[in-house]
């Protein structure tokens, strides 16, 4: 297991220079000359913006300024965005808020999803499930904008149970209900995969078996159907969390919190190359970080997965 | 029906006494978007204290459903609709769930079929045998633990210490049915379910397990109520015998009595059919003289048969069609890090296949008998040694030549579930070989689908569906037009009968009888089952450990085996100790 898991991190280092070198390479040939954008309409004398260009190494082919971003990265040094602040201030105040916002949605939607998703699963064709399949039809067609807006109304316009924006701090209490929204579609998937997965186990042979042993139904449900039927949700919520990590730009964008990914989209309109490229890099680890995560869970809820080699 | 069924009465019981379990009636059935399907249709049968009782019948039959449905075990849309089910006088259909649970285990014991999917992958072993002790209030703590390790034992796994943490996946086919068992009697029931305990194992594995089965529940003084499809199996296991047909009992009593002299239809085919009486009949005919050939039931498999065995030994053909000399397969299993293990799958095997034969190779699983189809099938290619073909040399043919040699040899596999595609209907299915070969036109290519579909008496129409539609026996007709397409002169049948019921594989074992006399094949028969070998074959090969411990004809194999292994192989046939012929 150890040797797998460090063949598995030494994996990280090759995707890890993939992924900064395509996404560089991607704004490096985004249209535009950024420079010339900070200035807008009145251009600065000449002089200035070679100068600007040499400052941020803009004159230089595109390789090399990708080794220099690179070998600047290591020394702990992302550089600044075109405003002038360093993009590890930026990153940390970032990365902190949607990192909250994200495991709260994860724990949300893993809660409820498999609850109900068991529920479902052990009453197939009753009202229950039947209710549980229509909703999370329901909220998987719904575009999460949608959800959101509705949301917002309801809880913080009408009801003033919550704040319709988020305060710059964003503590845990005030993330509740952007998470709610945040983790509505992946409940609704996480709900169906495990009413299928459970449905599918109760009629296994084992779990015959394990009621002809004299077993009490609670104990057959809890110990023989629910930890076979919980290995295709811990992967979804694996990939999941790399997903709410990324990609929270709607929900953000809704409830005004200056997480990840809105400043991603702000650096990418303004073509700013290290600003973007460092927030993906950490972004690709923790995505590496987290399926490593998912895989060591595999073994560990189920043992016929080893991983020798 | 059930009107002119005679209740078994044991002689060994007391009249007097109260039967252990007593079915009245039973009717169940299997709820569908078509209404309720009958699965038992008005079943009765009557088991006494220390008796075992054994339900026959063929798949679909609704012995297993009559057997789940005493503790209440039908899957979710099954239903008792009528009946009673007395356990000890108490009606178990009236039962609350609370009930019946404390009924189960406790009380009735439950060994079931498959010893691969019925342990749960994800717990140790030790695990799930301790919480049926826990459950069922055998022992709690640290004594639960204690007598986990003694129920193993007693079942057979002497190293059951060592290996409790050990998870399923871990353990033979063999142990994980002893882990079973283990579990079914681990409270000591008074009356203990087998399902077709044995059926997914090796005859050897088979004939050791029941009779650890069969010790342990006299032991006990357990009751046992055995459910088989092999009426052979069952008349050795069980005194009282329950033949179950469409949901009905059609025939019940002594299993002397029912062996002897069969009443209803049904039972005589069973009586006929299953190549464990079968062989041990040919076996008794022969010593028996011409006064043994009344036991034979009209225009059976059994004349064809006889007739056949007879004829084998003068149409010997003077040179071997498949030459054999010295071949080993080394496998290298790897390990851990770069270290590999070797394995000798095949050591050192020679043996010879005349033209127009039946050759068979015996062995138990791991003996390294599908290994040997493999390499004369040049689906693997041999470590050591020489296969001669038709007087060349086949280890290492390529490209037109192989090509060439596979449109003579033809295998047909075990599973005919997963041998075909299930996307290809059955005419595309035949006509594959003949596509692939480039042989004929399309309307030349039809024809033959015609003649084969008939070869093997399936009709024309069966051109249009697919796999999932037919039964198994008629899916391992089409494995044989398929394998026949090409006219190849070598059909190397691996295990091409064992997954099927004895009626059916009866059938089919006819079927290539036929087709061997009408075409003039050559068949290498590979199975684990020596009754089958009997009916089919003229020589065989006995394997054991990747080598070939006998070899000789079938007569001589049956009539004076020589090694020790052949014996033990002999044995496990079940019925040895039958009378036949009154």
Known sequence: MLWYTGKRLLQMIPVFFGATLLIYFMVFSLPGDPIAALYGDRPPAPGVIEQIRAQYNLDKPFIVQYFIYIGNFFQGDLGTTYSGRPVSDVMAKAFPITARLALLALAIEAFFGILVGLIAGLRKGKFFDASALVVSLLLISVPTFVIGFVLQYVFAVKLGWARTTVSSEAPFNELLLPALVLASVSFAYIVRLTRASVSDNLNADFVRTATAKGLSRRRVVGVHVLRNSLVPVVTFLGVDLGSLMVGAIVTEGIFNINGVGGTVYKAIKLGEGPTVVSFIAVMVVIFVLANLLVDLLYAALDPRIRYAK | ?582
Request: glycine fraction near 8%; aromatic fraction near 6%.
């Open chain 2, 1 to 582: 029906m059930s009107q002119t069924v005679i209740e078994p009465v044991s002689e060994n019981a007391d009249a007097s006494t109260e039967p252990l379990l007593q079915i009245r009636d039973l009717e169940v059935g299997f709820q569908t978007q078509h209404g309720v399907v009958p699965a038992v249709r008005g079943v009765s049968l009557t088991l006494y204290a220390g008796q075992t009782l054994a339900i026959v019948g063929e798949s679909g039959s609704g012995k297993t459903t009559t057997a789940q449905a005493i503790i209440n075990l039908l899957a979710g849309t099954g239903k008792i609709t009528a009946g009673q089910i007395l356990f000890e006088g108490r009606d178990l259909t009236a039962l609350s769930a609370k009930e019946i649970q404390d009924v189960r285990g406790r009380l009735i014991g439950y060994v079931p079929q498959d010893p691969m999917s019925n342990l749960n992958p994800v717990w140790n072993i030790g695990f799930q045998v301790e919480e049926a002790i826990k459950a069922n209030n055998v022992a709690q703590g640290k004594a639960a633990r204690e007598r986990t390790i003694q129920v193993l034992q007693e079942a057979g796994l002497s190293d059951a210490e060592d290996r409790l943490k050990q998870f399923p996946h871990q353990f033979s086919g063999g142990m994980r049915q002893r882990v079973l068992i283990g579990i079914g009697l681990s409270a000591r029931p008074k009356l203990l379910i087998a399902d077709e305990p044995t059926s997914a194992l090796d005859v050897t594995v088979q004939r050791q397990i029941l009779d650890h089965l069969g010790t342990l529940t006299r032991d006990y003084g357990t009751s046992v109520l055995f459910i088989t499809h092999d009426l052979g199996l069952a008349a050795e296991r069980a005194e009282q015998l329950v033949v179950m047909y469409k949901g009905k009992v059609v025939e019940s009593g002594p299993s002397q009595e029912i062996l002897a002299n069969p009443q209803h239809p049904y039972t005589q085919r069973l009586v006929a059919a299953a190549p464990s009486l079968a062989s041990r009949r040919i076996q008794s005919a022969k010593t028996a003289g011409a006064g043994g050939e009344a036991i034979f039931s009209e225009g059976s498999l059994d004349a064809t048969l006889v007739a056949r065995a007879a004829e084998r030994e003068a149409d010997a053909a003077a040179k071997d069609l498949i030459s054999i000399q010295n071949i080993s397969k080394l496998y290298r299993i790897r390990t851990k890090g770069l270290k590999y293990n070797e394995l000798l799958a095949v050591n050192d095997v020679s043996f010879g296949i005349r033209k127009g034969t039946t050759t068979a190779l015996v062995g138990e699983s791991g003996s390294g008998k599908s290994t040997v189809a493999k390499l004369i099938l040049q689906l693997e290619s041999i470590t050591s040694g020489q296969i001669e073909f038709d007087g060349q040399d086949v280890a290492g043919l390529k490209g037109a030549a192989l090509l060439k040699f596979r449109r003579r040899v033809q295998p047909v596999f075990q599973d005919p579930y997963g041998s075909l595609d299930p996307q290809y209907n059955v005419g595309n299915t035949i006509a594959e070989p003949l596509l692939a070969h480039k042989i004929g036109s399309s309307k030349e290519r039809q024809d033959r689908v015609r003649e084969l579909l008939d070869q093997v008496s399936l009709p024309w129409a069966t051109r249009y569906r697919y796999p999932s539609e037919l039964s198994g026996g008629q899916r391992q007709r089409i494995a044989v037009a398929r394998a026949l397409a090409l006219k190849p002169d070598v059909l190397v049948l691996d295990e091409a009968v064992s997954a099927l019921d004895v009626l059916v594989q009866g059938q089919i074992l006819n079927l290539l009888t036929e087709l061997q006399t009408e075409l003039g094949l050559t068949y290498l028969f590979i199975t684990h089952d020596l009754a089958v070998v009997r009916l089919v074959a003229d020589n065989v090969c006995v394997m054991q450990k990747g080598r070939i411990v006998e070899t000789a004809s079938t007569d001589e194999v049956f009539d004076n085996p020589r090694e020790a292994y052949t014996q033990e192989l002999l044995a496990a046939i079940p019925g040895g100790n039958f009378q036949f012929g009154r």
